[in-house]
């Protein structure tokens, strides 16, 4: 079956420009994650949604950075103003349901981002 | 807060060689543990994972034991394989926390060599 997908693959951007990353979870999972992974570290959080409320969005490192879910469907992250520290790979998980402690998350391929 | 740290790669290794990645973790209440893999042009793929303590996650001859003692979760693997190089993240998610979220390690390269 189909899987998570994110658009685009890549994306170039100059600094200052806004940019909208999306993710297609898998058809009837609930729970969807955005997490951002910098060159040579690890993945960090973002965002948390729950059906199209957005419970824990800790992770979001600044107010240039949003997301929005509708349709308890597609999900798109923005950055506004990217600067060049924004760079790396942004990733979408999406699991089945609630609570989430009891579902694997399943990951899209990621969309890489890199701020000139 | 919670968080991972594992040990830096890059790691080398020939084929058939014993592989252990050290991975340990700081978080209240009880965490679930994995380790996530990510092959060369894929995406990131659950391998194997723990929910409790003393508990053993296994998958494709991989293994690690959920210490709650020694707060560690330490991959091993008897027999490498040119097909395991890959990047391996240990990860955790609960304790003090319930909205799912993963805490991740930095990630170790490891690289088998025929």
Known sequence: ?116 | GNSVTQMEGPVTLSEEAFLTINCTYTATGYPSLFWYVQYPGEGLQLLLKATKADDKGSNKGFEATYRKETTSFHLEKGSVQVSDSAVYFCALRGGSGNTGKLIFGQGTTLQVKP
């Open chain 1, 1 to 116: 079956g189909a899987g998570v997908s994110q658009s685009p693959s890549n994306k170039v951007t100059e600094k200052g420009k806004d940019v909208e990353l999306r993710c297609d979870p898998i058809s009837g999972h609930t729970a969807l994650y955005w997490y951002r992974q910098r060159l040579g570290q690890g993945l960090e959080f973002l965002i948390y949604f729950q059906g199209n409320s957005a419970p824990d969005k800790s992770g979001l490192p600044s107010d240039r950075f949003s997301a929005e879910r509708t349709g308890e469907s597609v999900s798109t992250l923005t950055i506004q103003r990217t600067q060049q520290e924004d760079s790396a790979v942004y990733l979408c998980a999406s699991s089945l349901g609630f609570p989430p402690l009891q579902y694997e998350q399943y990951f899209g391929p990621g969309t890489r981002l890199t701020v000139t």
